[in-house]
């Protein structure tokens, strides 16, 4: 049997070999850092695209089959190929030069991040930079970019395909205007509205009896708007920490908790993440996250 590689997905092939060194599924998933089910759906995968079975299960652990052993001569060399590809094509980019693609979401790119990114372009000024900043991040599968910034609520929906650094928490609150509060604390007759970006309608932890409201949601189509419509003192909103504490504008609704939304990662994909420029700038941004913490988590805010 010769395996029809152009049927072959390489992250099959390498949960395959984790299993085949491994002798179990809990090895393999202790290695990989994926749970038991991920391994087992990938060999399934892998076994159904083949058309064979590669491993019997016993009370020892599993142990390959004849067609396993075939299948494990082709993965080794599969596997020794790829090492060789990112070798010798890696040993071409290691200059401190060239494009690197850079994906996150606006709000991280314009209220954050782009002094840092402004910085790094400073220290190394032969990198040519590119940020995709947009509602529609990049894919790094794809070579859209070399690097996405993305605010991650479960870490088993990351790729398996993605290295990351992780990096803080981001947690977000209730925001208004510190005249729209002083107002609806004097009792003003105006209504307090929701001020919601497009059709997503309030958060189900906002809508909780927390915070209420008293008019009808106001709905605007983009982060930026969203904070020119809460400084205008149209009601209130629900923005993240880094963004709602910096304005002086804005105050945190009295007698509101603030929520995660996530932790921030820095992913990276492939022989990508080996390139200079791509590690330079991998290492410096999650040292300036790491300083932003406090921020990013509400806590930098000064009480009275």
Request: aromatic fraction near 8%; include cysteine; proline fraction near 5%.
């Amino acid at each position: 049997m010769v395996p029809d590689c152009t049927m072959i997905d390489w992250d099959d092939v390498r949960y395959f070999l984790a299993v085949a060194r491994g002798g179990a599924v809990r090895v393999a998933a202790e290695r990989l850092g994926v749970n038991h089910s991920t391994v087992l759906r990938r060999i399934a995968q892998l076994e159904e695209r083949l058309g064979v079975r590669m491993f019997e299960k016993l009370p020892s652990g599993y142990r390959l089959t004849a067609a396993g052993e075939e299948v494990l001569e082709f993965a080794d060399q599969m596997e020794a190929s790829s090492h060789q590809m990112e070798t010798r094509v890696l040993g071409r980019d290691q200059s401190v030069r060239g494009l690197l693609r850079v994906t996150l979401a606006p709000t991280l790119a314009t209220h954050l991040l782009m002094p840092d990114f402004a910085d790094f372009a400073r220290l190394h000024p032969d990198i040519e930079m590119e940020i995709l900043s947009s509602g529609e991040l990049a894919n790094l599968t794809n070579r859209e970019a070399d690097v996405a910034i993305r605010v991650v609520y479960d870490r088993e929906t990351l790729a398996l395909n993605l290295h990351g650094l992780k990096g803080p928490e981001l947690f977000g609150g209730f925001y208004m205007s510190r005249d729209r509060l002083a107002a609806w604390r004097a009792g003003a007759p105006d209504p307090v509205r929701w001020i919601v970006i497009g059709i997503h309608g309030i958060p189900d932890w906002a809508s909780e009896g927390e915070a209420l409201t008293t008019g009808v949601p106001f709905r605007i189509t983009d982060d930026e708007a969203q904070i020119v419509a809460v400084r205008q003192g149209l009601g209130m909103t629900v923005l993240p920490c880094f963004v709602g504490d910096a304005d002086p504008l804005l105050v945190r609704v009295p007698d509101t908790d603030l929520h995660r939304y996530g932790t921030v990662w820095l992913l990276t994909q492939g022989e990508t993440r080996k390139t200079k420029r791509v590690r330079l700038f991998t290492e410096f941004v999650s040292r300036r996250l790491a300083a932003y913490a406090p921020l990013l988590a509400g806590l930098s805010l000064s009480r009275d």
